[in-house]
């Protein structure tokens, strides 16, 4: 059976892409393939513009679960708190890292047996398991995008060496630019809004969590 490496978990509102201002449970994976979360290695990294502490098991309820349902009981657990018995809409996503390194199928059918639609947030170098409820994939420069159908392609901007009208062949339902936070911030976000008026097919897409201070 496999066992699963959290970073931490925590209830806030989704701060990005279509189903920004949701309330959801994230679940945050330990581990990326396309960094080691390393600070010196981040020059050297196939991603090198990562917000995101994904090292450790050592955030909020972070640690090894045992199992799928020992995880979802815990996400179940920490999504009712607060809310009325039998509220509906339970909503998860998972993140990290790179969460597709360890999300299986038991681990999507004891968070569907709990009621949970699941979302995901992916680099896209890993196909995505069957039962997904949303799949959002988030593409990195020189990467080779396995997973090219989903429900939203989020692309970090400006990224040199990526072109943006091939992604408009892939299948996804919606598009979206979201500015690369960090140094530059504001050309980033001048950049993401030139790109928006050029381009009618994608839509901003801003990290409102960080606007207003939500984790
Ligand atoms: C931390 S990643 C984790 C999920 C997955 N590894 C991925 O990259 O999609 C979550 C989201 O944050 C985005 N992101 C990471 N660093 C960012 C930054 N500096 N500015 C804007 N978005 C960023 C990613 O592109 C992705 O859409
Ligand atoms: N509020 C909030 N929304 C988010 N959407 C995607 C996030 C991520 O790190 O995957 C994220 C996050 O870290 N916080
Ligand atoms: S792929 Fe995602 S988690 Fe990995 S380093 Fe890049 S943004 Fe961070
Ligand atoms: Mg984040």
């Not at 509102?13 to 581990?31: K, T, V």
């Not at 996804?172 to 809004?193: C, E, K, S, Y």
Request: aromatic residues 8%; glycine residues 10%.
């Amino acid at each position: 059976m496999a066992s699963y490496a959290v970073k931490e978990m925590f209830v806030t509102l989704q701060g990005e892409g279509l189903n920004a201002g949701r309330r959801a449970l994230f679940m945050r994976f330990s581990g990326c393939n396309l960094w080691s979360g390393r600070e010196e290695d981040r020059a050297g990294a196939e991603c090198t513009f990562c917000d995101t502490d994904f090292v450790g098991m050592n955030g909020d309820h972070g640690g090894r679960y045992a199992g799928a349902d020992e995880l979802a009981d815990k996400a179940s657990a920490l999504w009712c708190e607060g809310l009325e018995e039998g509220a509906p809409c339970a909503f998860v996503v998972l993140t990290g890292g790179e969460p597709l390194l360890q999300v299986d199928a038991a681990l999507i059918d004891a968070l569907h047996a709990r009621n949970f639609e699941i979302a995901v947030e992916t680099n896209g170098t890993i196909a995505a398991p069957p039962g997904i409820d949303w799949i959002c994939v988030s593409p990195k420069a020189g990467t080779e995008i396995v997973q090219r159908s989903g429900d939203e392609l989020k692309l970090v901007w400006p990224q040199p060496g990526v072109d943006p009208d091939a992604m408009e062949s892939w299948a996804f339902r919606h598009h979206l630019v979201q500015p690369m936070d960090g140094p530059g911030q504001v050309d980033n976000r001048n950049a993401a809004l030139k790109f928006v008026y050029q381009h009618p097919r994608w839509r901003l897409s801003l990290q409102t969590h960080k606007l207003i201070g939500l984790p």
